[in-house]
């Protein structure tokens, strides 16, 4: 059963436009969430990440949103550059702890010129 | 300064061998992680080292596979008797331990059993 769920496979937005990724989990005991950034032949990349007890956290282009009731996240890049166009992991994992982190299955975003 | 480094890049294997795959994490990382991933997958936890114990090997798919981090540096992922099924990227991952959350990934090791 999948803890970590990425709903959309791909995504195509057009460059200076706002990209959102969407991400739910189901499992309540998660309190840290993290999003991964993958470029082919590379490893994840860390991007930004969130603590249960915020529901925003802003760094440059990337905003990342946390609904705990809705057990809802999402990754906000705005503007979109080309750049951007790789596979975006939603992870999640308990805070405080030196833990596994349970990734989602990725979205492919794809930036249109 | 120097990142995850993982060898070799790529293996390529006839099913039944035995492979070993390497990785060399952040100089001063505690914590190691091996993950899994499939074609279209995201990472699957395999095993996490703290130091040189394994501390948590829940992740790792059957007794075939088996990893070690003899001087709480490198550690060595071991895969017996090889199955097509192993075919995937092998990914390292190390963060400073101590209670701190981002975990540095490598470039991964693509296992191919033939």
């Known amino acids: 059963d999948q803890q970590v769920k990425q709903n959309s496979p791909s995504l195509s937005v057009q460059e200076g436009r706002i990209s959102i990724l969407n991400c739910d989990y189901t499992?309540?005991?998660?309190?840290?969430f993290l999003w991964y950034k993958k470029y082919p032949a590379e490893g994840p990349t860390f991007l930004i990440s969130i603590s249960s007890i915020k529901d925003k956290n802003e760094d440059g282009r990337f905003t990342v949103f946390l609904n705990k009731s809705a057990k809802h996240l999402s990754l906000h890049i705005v503007p979109s550059q080309p750049g951007d166009s790789a596979v975006y992991f939603c992870a999640a994992k308990v805070e405080n702890r030196d833990d596994k982190i349970i990734f989602g299955k990725g979205t492919r975003l794809h930036i249109l010129p | 300064g120097a990142g995850v480094s993982q060898t070799p890049s790529n293996k390529v294997t006839e099913k039944g061998k035995y492979v070993e795959l390497r990785c060399d994490p952040i100089s001063g990382h505690t914590a190691l992680y091996w993950y899994r991933q499939s074609l279209g997958q995201g990472p699957e936890f395999l095993i996490y080292f703290q130091g040189t114990g394994a501390a948590d090997d829940s992740g790792l798919p059957n007794d075939r596979f088996f990893a070690v981090r003899p001087e709480g540096s490198v550690s060595t992922l071991k895969i017996q008797r090889t199955e097509r099924g192993d075919s995937a990227v092998y990914l390292c991952?190390?963060?400073?331990?101590?209670?701190?959350?981002?975990?540095?990934f490598g470039p991964g090791t693509r296992l191919l059993v033939l």
């Open positions: 499992n309540s005991m998660f309190d840290y």
């Open positions: 991952a190390s963060s400073p331990g101590r209670d701190q959350e981002t975990q540095y």
